[in-house]
């Protein structure tokens, strides 16, 4: 299974995010520079997390005009799996491959620091060796990940299943409405989230809560496939 | 010609700066000042002579890039 890592100009959790890869599953992965207009190679896209183009105007609403992101939505579209973790979500939410947006934190304060989160929907292919409900610790480092989306749009997302991930009760960092940290698109292929899983792969970094986003994905894969387990 | 373009957050949306402003001017003994909403003012030089086809351009900016329709609204007023 092979991973693209996009890396646009101010990116910078693209090299934890590669390192992710190869840590939990240990599959090709190459950074992908935001010029590429070709990504029919990947099984897999990562939008990391970062500052691209400096946040100017609203974070992500210039790298979503990125040449690279016609062939993630061609991905996204093709069935392929696409994460945007962070940043990666708000270009996401901008390029309208999944719903809301991400406005400032309702404290005004950059948020640093490991957060809870349970498990919504355990059916993604991004979370499938998750059980539902289950409670984990991933850390968060954001300013604006306030999640938002208009009534109409929350209630379809929680009636379809794509809220997939929630801050755990009294935990909500942002102001996030109903307490939303992740959520997928109706095909569950695409996932964002504000919560970073590659800083979560290691007894070192705190926690090993991350990892299952990775493994869960080359299962999906394999599955769709019908991979050998070595392969 | 000049556009200048107004951006402001949408009324249902929460303006967390704009409610930190409020209270450091109720602070201020400024106590007379109700909601407070900040938006983004931009100042676009056009290369253009046709207004109604620059009002369309400018529409179409506003619409692509300069405000996310999600939670912003938008105007723009044309001189020149």
Request: hydrophobic residues 40%; glycine residues 10%; proline residues 4%.
């Amino acid at each position: 299974m092979r991973f693209a890592v996009i890396v646009f100009p101010g990116s910078n959790c693209d090299i934890d995010c590669y390192k992710a890869v190869r840590e939990t599953i240990g599959q090709p992965v190459d950074y992908v520079w935001h010029t590429a207009t070709d990504l029919s190679a990947y099984d897999a896209i990562i939008l990391p997390g970062g500052f691209s183009y400096g946040d100017y105007l609203r974070c992500g609403a210039i790298a979503r005009f990125a040449p690279v992101m016609d062939e993630v939505r061609r991905a996204a579209e093709e069935g392929r799996y696409v994460l945007g973790i962070c940043n990666g979500f708000q270009i996401l939410t901008e390029a309208g491959l999944l719903p809301g947006a991400l406005l400032r934190n309702r404290d005004l304060k950059f948020h640093c620091h490991s957060t809870l989160l349970e498990v919504v929907n355990n059916e993604t292919p991004f979370t499938r060796e998750y059980a539902k409900g289950e409670i984990i610790d991933i850390p968060i480092a954001h300013g604006e990940g306030n999640y938002y989306c208009d009534e109409e749009t929350l209630a379809r997302l929680e009636a379809n299943g794509q809220v997939v991930f929630r801050y755990k009760k009294g935990e909500n960092p942002n102001g996030s409405v109903n307490d939303i940290a992740g959520v997928c698109n109706e095909r569950r292929n695409v996932v964002g989230m504000m919560p970073h899983p590659e800083r979560a792969v290691s007894e070192l970094l705190g926690s090993v809560d991350g990892r299952r986003m990775f493994t869960s994905v080359l299962s999906a894969w394999r599955e769709r496939h019908g991979a050998a387990v070595n392969g | 010609m000049k556009a200048t373009v107004y951006v402001t957050i949408k009324q249902n949306v929460l303006d967390p700066q704009g409610a930190a402003v409020q209270g450091a001017l109720h602070s201020l003994g400024f106590t007379e000042v109700g909601k407070v909403r900040i938006g983004k003012y931009m100042e676009l030089e056009l290369d253009a002579k046709d207004r109604a086809e620059a009002a369309a351009r400018v529409k179409a900016m506003c619409e692509k890039l300069l405000a996310n329709p999600v939670v912003e609204d938008y105007r723009f007023e044309l001189e020149g």
